[in-house]
């Protein structure tokens, strides 16, 4: 796993994410929103899209929706980064097709480990 | 910039961010506006303990949870404390 694409409307939680992540050596890019992860897919292919739910215009489960149904990418674990934290949230974004499920607020001390175990399941 | 200093920096964006975000919370309780309640309450939730404050987001996640149903008096309260332990 080297290449990450973290796609988060909110700037301020997107930069931690890839503050966190660069730290650690990772390539990070960074989109913003459904439209910006197709363009960024049509050039690259990263190894994990991380993923928030609650996007403008088209949220996330929809973004995944297309990768899939596309076959924009063949090779990225996408992964579900998201503040929909209630009972059944996680059984929704499975059965979406999501492959691991990161719920927010992310712990700075772990969030790099948790990306890697989702990632090694 | 070092590492820390950008992190330093981060949380600095992200303080002047949370206390228009808790303005906007105000306004929205005020309006009775539950769509832009639960917006908001769901964004800071989903970020103030990753920057230090997690009771923030322990009293956003119990507004957004009950921002449908709530009274405009309930959700006051919890914006109130919210404002609180963020100047905490």
Redesign the interface.
Same mark, same amino acid.
């Given at each position: 796993m080297q290449d990450i694409l973290v796609v988060d409307d909110n700037a301020i939680n997107r930069q931690l994410a890839v503050y966190l992540l660069k730290k650690k050596g990772y390539n990070v890019f960074e989109a913003d929103s459904g439209r910006q992860v197709f363009e960024f897919l049509a050039e690259q292919s990263p190894d994990v899209i991380l993923l928030d739910i609650q996007l403008p215009e088209m949220d996330g489960i929809e973004v995944l929706r297309r990768i899939r149904e596309d076959g924009m990418t063949k090779k990225a674990k996408v992964i579900a980064l998201t503040a929909y934290t209630m009972r059944g949230d996680k059984e929704r974004f499975d059965a979406a097709g999501f492959d691991g499920y990161l719920p927010k607020p992310i712990d700075p001390k772990t969030f790099a480990d948790q990306i890697l175990e989702i990632c090694d399941s | 910039m070092s590492?820390d200093d950008?992190?330093e920096e981060?949380r600095s964006?992200?303080a002047e961010?949370l206390a228009e975000k808790i303005k906007e919370l105000q306004k929205a309780v005020a309006n009775s506006d539950h769509d832009v309640i639960c @917006?908001i309450s769901?964004?800071i939730?989903? +970020?103030? @303990?990753?920057?230090g404050y997690p009771e923030v +987001?322990e009293l956003a996640?119990e507004l957004e949870?009950s921002a449908r149903g709530i009274s405009l008096e309930d959700a006051a309260v919890l914006v109130k404390k919210m404002s609180e332990a963020f100047v905490l």
């Open positions: - | 590492r950008e992190f981060l964006l992200f961010d @917006k769901h964004q939730g989903g +970020s103030a @303990k990753s920057f +987001s996640h949870r």
